[in-house]
């Protein structure tokens, strides 16, 4: 309860200070050109509001349903649906009544701040805590790589150099990242034989991955133990203890956590067989994986020292640019994510609010806390940015069209299209959290 306690906490107070700075980004440039803005709201207050004080001519609240938050600006249709305002004479004061480039800013300006913050944080986080970066021989045991790399020329140990001419020691991602998201030409490595080889990296190589389940590819090696083993799945049935140590696959000899996943997942036939070192004595086990090919344990890795990590400090100079450098990076990784989501076996994935906080740490921990609300916060930008109505994205829409056509959308298509937007949205979110009911259902029966 306190793990969970500590997470939602986190993804409150994230999403809160989200939620407020974009609305702020909405509020700042409407008050600028004249514009009534009416609310001022943290999440929805349907029916009722847990706070609400009127300064000036508008209210500031705080609602029940946090699920976001609005600011209510005069004369334009959005989540209020205020039809009574929009059948009234237009106010010189009201959204509807400034040019069309001022209510692009307005439109904007949510997400111009959910960036600008993204790259402060960034700038901020470089400067306080620096990055880790991991050395070609800091990866004491090597990499555990997939058959999808495997048929490329990477082995099984192989070590990082560079990554397109980029030594290790430059690198601050993981590789997965530059395999998944990154247009990258080549990768050079040294093989547990010493030679070295530059590996041609095909450009849909995060489309293979993907689409083989290979994810996430290619990790540090590390020796292993069970530590857990779960009741009623194939493991605990066939006998399987805790601190037992799996040395063998289906006669293929397993030293390293990496090792016992590949030949899992590539074993051709439906039962496998698991040789077992217990205290020093040999057993062998024959089990039946689940049709995900999982058996229900749970492993820890027995060597702390199987990857070392280097701090890199910045001068401010240095966490300015590097923040840039960062926020670019994370936005063009996170608009490349979209070639995966937009998939059937993509879209089984997509998480809603308890995923979201499950990416929080089990203790709390500044440093991730700011890492994570950026990169939300370039993910609540990227969002609002899709040409949904009842998103900014969908309002900006429209008002391009009106630049471009000179003519402005009606009042009463804007209403329809308000609606369905919405209708959208609702079920965007109820099908991500509907994900992770599901998978908790789905953990809870096993």
Request: no cysteine.
């Amino acid at each position: 309860m306190t793990v969970f306690i500590i997470k939602a906490a986190q993804l409150f107070l994230s999403l809160s200070i989200l939620v407020v700075l974009h609305e702020l980004g909405h509020f700042i440039p409407a008050k600028l050109f004249k514009t009534k803005v009416e609310k001022f709201y943290l999440f929805f207050d349907v029916k009722f509001s847990l706070f609400k004080k009127k300064i000036g001519e508008t209210v500031y609240g705080i609602g029940w349903l946090p699920l976001g938050g609005y600011v209510k600006i005069a004369g334009m249709i959005d989540e209020s649906m205020d039809k009574e305002q929009m059948a009234k004479p237009p106010q010189p004061w009201e959204f509807r009544s400034k040019p069309s480039w001022q209510r692009l800013i307005i439109m904007l300006g949510g997400v111009f701040m959910n960036f600008v913050l993204a790259f402060f944080l960034y700038m901020i986080i470089l400067f306080t805590w620096g990055t880790n970066y991991v050395a070609k021989d800091d990866v004491k045991y090597g990499y555990g790589v997939s058959k999808t790399l495997e048929n490329y020329g990477f082995q099984q140990g192989d070590k990082i150099i560079s990554i397109d001419g980029q030594p290790a020691e430059e690198l601050t991602e993981g590789i997965v990242k530059y395999l998944m998201f990154r247009d990258i030409d080549n990768i050079k490595v040294e093989h547990e034989n010493g030679s070295i080889e530059e590996i041609k990296i095909p450009e849909d190589i995060g489309k293979q991955l993907f689409e083989a389940g290979d994810l996430p590819g290619i990790e540090p090696r590390s020796p292993f133990q069970i530590e857990v083993v779960t009741e009623g799945l194939p493991a605990a049935i066939a006998g399987l203890q805790a601190n037992d140590k799996i040395i063998g696959v289906n006669g293929n000899p397993v030293a390293y956590s990496t090792d016992f996943t590949y030949h899992l997942k590539n074993s051709v036939s439906e039962d496998i067989l698991l040789e077992i070192d217990r205290n020093g004595e040999k057993k062998e086990f024959t089990i039946t994986p689940t049709e995900d090919r999982k058996i229900g344990i749970e492993y820890s890795k027995t060597d702390p020292e199987f990857i070392k990590y280097t701090n890199r400090e910045y001068t401010l100079a240095e966490s300015i640019s590097g923040g840039f450098s960062k926020g670019y990076w994370e936005i063009k990784d996170y608009l490349a994510q979209f070639q995966y989501i937009f998939t059937k076996k993509g879209a089984s994935q997509i998480g809603g609010f308890a995923a979201i906080g499950q990416m929080f740490p089990s203790e709390w921990n500044w440093q991730a806390f700011w890492y994570l609300t950026a990169f939300l916060s370039i993910m609540l930008g990227v969002l609002n940015l899709l040409p949904i109505p009842a998103l900014d994205g969908g309002h900006v829409m429209f008002l391009l069209y009106e630049m471009i056509s000179g003519r402005k959308p009606g009042d009463k298509f804007m209403e329809y299209a308000q609606l369905v937007g919405f209708v959208i949205l609702i079920g965007l979110v109820l099908y991500a959290n509907g994900n992770d009911a599901f998978k908790a259902i789905q953990e809870w029966l096993n």
